[in-house]
């Protein structure tokens, strides 16, 4: 079953707002494979945002994404990739739909509270950066036979 990157920037931990993204995607039916606090270095934020080392505000979201630690979660259901990025919106706060987390909790481009992988290829890059393989758990969950039907996850 499919799995996925998130991020809790730091803009939601100092907001306290870990508990209420954490329950968001629970709530969904997403199954939590891995979960720490870490602190972002240069390094890691370099290969990351590799895509946009280059752009005139890549110090300001350096800045923004070391300044306090984060909290990095894989999370497993059918289709987790899709599923995921729809619950976080548009990368804009305020171009956010309503109803999604970024909609819902922050106003910035930048300061956007979440991050996720935007690709299963990349989501499989993207928890290797962030995880060893000891922490992350894929364990099998009894709650599946309320979540899905048996044609679509073996129980
Ligand atoms: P995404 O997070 O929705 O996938 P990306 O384009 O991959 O969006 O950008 C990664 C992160 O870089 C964004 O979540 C945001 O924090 C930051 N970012 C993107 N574009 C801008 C911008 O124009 N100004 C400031 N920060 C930006
Ligand atoms: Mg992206």
Redesign the pocket.
Known sequence: MEQTLVLIKPSAVVRGLIGQIITRFQNKGLIITGLKMMQLDEKICREH?A??VDRP?FP??LN?MTRTPIIAMVLKGLDAVHVVREMTGA?KGRAANPGTLRGDYCMS??E?IV?AS?TPENALIEIDRFFSQGEVFDYTCDMFKYLYSPDEVEF
Do not use: A, E, I, K
Request: glycine share 8%; charged share 10%.
């Open positions: 945002y895509h946009l505000f300001f979201l923004s990368t481009g930048q956007n991050h935007d």
